[in-house]
């Protein structure tokens, strides 16, 4: 293949914008923003299954609360009955006495074990409570951090793609010039050598591979023709000729 040197020379350009729009691709996809979103994510959505089991353990102690109060009241209540009738002499029997005074003990000592579930439920409560207020300031720090990091994120990432743009105009800019078929075999050797595909030709060294050129290699170099398009024999990227080949 052949193309006029300074095409040639424009691969270079060429290949310095697509490989600065590889490091921009790169960096958009490794901020460090995204392990940390991921990482928020994941603690925001644990903690919301937190602030609602929490939540669940404190409405159902609620209810048991209100439970055992009713039941405390309904034995209260049984026993002021029971005192009243008592009290107002209507029973005579001494059998019915004996029995009303034995009802009106046990329902004492039904109501102090009741009264001691109410204190008993009343801590597990305030417990509850507890946790569900360190349960939802968790939950609701680790929202704002994770909003914190997606702000940081969507800015870094804004500073990325205006780069991005500008450097994709200048490389339509350069690219509409180059020749169709030596831009065919550019982008092909992209593809099939991670990214680069043409390299400079600096100091007897391809900057591609890295490798110096044998003497053997060096000689077919100096007898090309200026328009030939040259590969290094080592990585087979297309291989620029410029004043610094130290030809």
């Known amino acids: 293949m052949n193309a006029a040197p300074a095409d040639q020379n424009r691969l270079l350009d060429l290949q310095a914008l697509d490989s600065r729009l590889d490091q921009l691709a790169h960096r958009r996809k490794s901020l460090p923003e995204h392990a940390e979103i991921e990482q928020r994510g994941s603690e925001v959505t644990q903690l919301r299954d937190l602030v609602v ?3 669940t353990q404190l409405t159902d102690t609620e209810r048991e609360q209100t439970k055992a109060e009713q039941d405390v009241e309904q034995v209260r ?3 002021a009955r029971d005192q009243k009738r008592l009290d107002s002499g209507a029973v005579t029997s001494p059998k019915d006495l004996a029995n009303l005074q034995s009802e009106i003990a046990s329902l004492a000592k039904r109501q102090s074990d009741l009264e001691d579930v ?3 439920v009343m801590e597990r409560l305030e417990s509850a409570q507890t946790r569900v207020t360190e349960m939802t300031a ?15 994120r969507d800015a870094a990432t804004a500073e990325i793609d ?11 800019t350069v690219a509409a010039v180059i020749p169709a078929d030596l831009m065919k075999l550019y982008q092909r050797l992209r593809e099939q050598q991670g990214g680069i595909g043409a390299a400079r030709l600096y100091q007897r060294r391809c900057e591609g591979c890295r490798v110096e050129l044998s003497m053997a290699d060096l000689n077919a170099v100096r007898a090309a023709a200026a328009d030939e398009v040259l590969r290094c024999e080592n990585c087979q990227r297309i291989l620029v000729r410029t004043g ?3 030809l």
């Open 77 to 79: 209540n049984r026993a």
């Open 162 to 172: 205006a780069e991005r743009g500008k450097v994709e105009r200048e490389r339509e």
């Open 118 to 120: 109410v204190l008993e």
């Open 138 to 152: 968790r939950k609701e720090h680790a929202e704002r951090s994770l909003a914190e990091a997606e702000e940081r």
């Open 53 to 55: 089991a929490a939540r």
């Open 244 to 246: 610094e080949s130290g």
